[in-house]
């Protein structure tokens, strides 16, 4: 092969670095047995590697997921649960509210820290 190989088609690299994966030598020995320069061997067959990359499962898969809300009232079961709220008023005229579901031992831990 000649200096004018950085001239070549892809699909004569191709057919070098399947000639090359073949042939069992180093990158460097072939490239000497067939004049050609490791630099441009280099980028040439990391620019078909690129080329010829498949996606990867997550690159195929869609980033978003469709999501079907189904509600028996108006307004969800989650929702009617935020809304239900336990107001206690400390004497200093502090108003907490914390949604119904919060653990009993979490509310007692809270007033605890506060001194209630």
Not at 38 to 65: D, H, I, T, V, W
Not at 71 to 79: D, F, G, M, R, V
Not at 87 to 92: A, C, G, K, R, V
Request: aromatic share 8%.
């Amino acid at each position: 092969m000649n200096q004018s190989n950085q001239n070549l088609s892809d699909k004569d690299w191709e057919n070098i670095i399947h000639s090359w994966e073949q042939s069992g030598k180093s990158q460097e020995y072939y490239c000497k047995e067939n004049n050609i320069t490791m630099g441009c061997f280099a980028y040439r067959r990391s620019k078909l590697r690129k080329a010829n990359k498949k996606p990867s499962k997550q690159e195929r898969q869609s980033k978003f997921m469709a999501v079907n809300l189904v509600s028996k009232s108006p307004e969800s079961h989650l929702e009617q649960k935020v809304k239900q709220t336990i107001d206690i008023q400390l004497p200093e005229g502090m108003l907490i509210k914390m949604p119904l579901h919060f653990k009993k031992s979490l509310v007692a831990f809270i007033l605890e820290k506060m001194g209630a």
